[in-house]
């Protein structure tokens, strides 16, 4: 399938750099019925499910995986994304070029100067495609510490944000509380679960109040969510591998809950994508403890869930050609532009979205 169907013009005034507070009065495009578009807020949400409908939720949590460094006085930001042993991470590095092998970084933040660091990692190998393998020069119990003293969270590249200046009065704005899901458990994810910000106390208790159930998975999400689609059809385009598990226990209340006919909702792409990920072509869920690189565009046929709630994505993205296979690529191109349109504010920090998967085994 062509890349360019899934192009589409925003303005740049539209992508947020900042959630809205409390996290509920973001907006709500209620795509829950065929054939209709509603203008809601996501504190509505629980007025559209009904008792038995289970929420899947990610409870992967983010850690602070993007370091600034310097290699000599060239500067460089390293964001982590994939790890191999316990101090060796594959990244995506700025100003990598110059970077070979045995070439040590050192790390700084807004207090510590790179020349006053104990914290480096030395560059084992550079791969056009999957960036620069890196090694710590810390155990890994230890590496956890380095990176919440030094690390910064991993926002997205179209959220803007200074680069740290040692002994200035730079700060890291609210990221650390804002790219963090309330229920956020299992450290491990380089990107948050988006879909999740909007979750408030208030919203999951009328949610419980109401006998809507919930569920957690862990899928811990990796930068290359970012990435994007380089090739001009989608069959030719490389998912990045991410680890997830899924316990018996929400295996079985989701198995038993589908065989009462009541719906499934996958809480962001990364729930869905494990989701059926793990689902046989029967419809049953089993337990998941493993990678998966699963890529979901239209034509495919959902074997688990029956509605997704999420945010909106980047033109020609992985994630908007995900959202095309669950409502129907015209579905989601009128409805991008209604929300365009009405001024909803897009990406990680935007607004929300719940939609009707059409296309089901």
């Given at each position: 399938m062509k890349v360019d169907i899934f192009d589409f013009d925003l303005p740049k005034d539209h992508i947020a750099s900042e959630p809205v507070h409390p996290r509920d009065t973001s907006k709500l495009l209620d795509l829950s019925e065929e054939g209709k578009i509603c203008d809601r807020h996501f504190y509505d949400l629980p007025n559209l499910l009904n008792e038995g409908d289970v929420l899947v939720f990610n409870d992967t949590k983010v850690i602070p995986?993007?370091?600034?460094?310097?290699?000599?006085?060239?500067?460089?930001?390293?964001?982590?994304?994939?790890?191999?042993?316990?101090?060796?991470?594959?990244?995506?590095?700025?100003?990598?070029?110059?970077?070979?092998p045995n070439d040590v970084i050192k790390f700084y933040t807004d207090t510590i100067s790179?020349?006053?660091?104990?914290?480096?990692?030395?560059v084992i190998e550079k791969n056009a495609e999957d960036g620069v393998l890196i090694s710590f020069n810390c155990t890994p119990s230890e590496l956890g510490h380095k990176l919440e003293q030094f690390g910064f969270m991993p926002l997205p590249p179209y959220i803007k944000r200074e680069r740290p200046q040692p002994n200035s009065l730079w700060h890291r704005f609210n990221d650390?509380?804002?790219?963090?899901?309330?229920?956020?458990?299992?450290?491990?994810?380089?990107a948050a679960p988006t879909a999740g910000l909007h979750f408030t106390d208030d919203v999951l208790q009328k949610l419980r109040d109401k006998g809507v159930q919930e569920v957690f998975l862990t899928l811990h999400v990796g930068a290359g969510t970012f990435l994007p689609v380089k090739t001009e059809d989608?069959?030719?385009?490389?998912?990045?591998?991410?680890?997830g598990i899924i316990t018996q226990d929400t295996v079985d209340i989701i198995n038993s809950a589908k065989k009462e006919g009541k719906r499934i909702i996958a809480v962001g792409t990364t729930s869905l994508r494990l989701l059926e990920t793990a689902t046989d072509n029967q419809g049953i869920l089993h337990p998941f403890a493993d990678e998966t690189n699963i890529f979901i565009t239209p034509g495919y046929k959902f074997k688990m869930i029956d509605?997704?709630?999420?945010?909106?994505?980047?033109?020609?993205?992985?994630?908007f050609m995900l959202v095309c296979a669950v409502a129907g690529i015209e579905r989601m191109q009128d409805a991008y532009r209604h929300a365009i349109d009405k001024g909803y504010r897009f990406y990680s920090y935007g607004d929300s979205s719940i939609l009707k998967c059409v296309n089901k085994i």
């Open positions: 995986a993007r370091l600034y460094g310097a290699r000599g006085e060239a500067l460089v930001e390293v964001t982590l994304y994939h790890p191999i042993d316990g101090i060796q991470w594959q990244a995506f590095i700025k100003n990598s070029k110059r970077l070979k790179a020349e006053q660091s104990d914290f480096a990692a030395i650390k509380e804002n790219y963090q899901t309330i229920y956020a458990k299992h450290e491990g994810a380089v989608t069959a030719n385009h490389k998912m990045h591998a991410e680890y509605m997704l709630i999420t945010n909106f994505h980047l033109p020609k993205s992985t994630l």
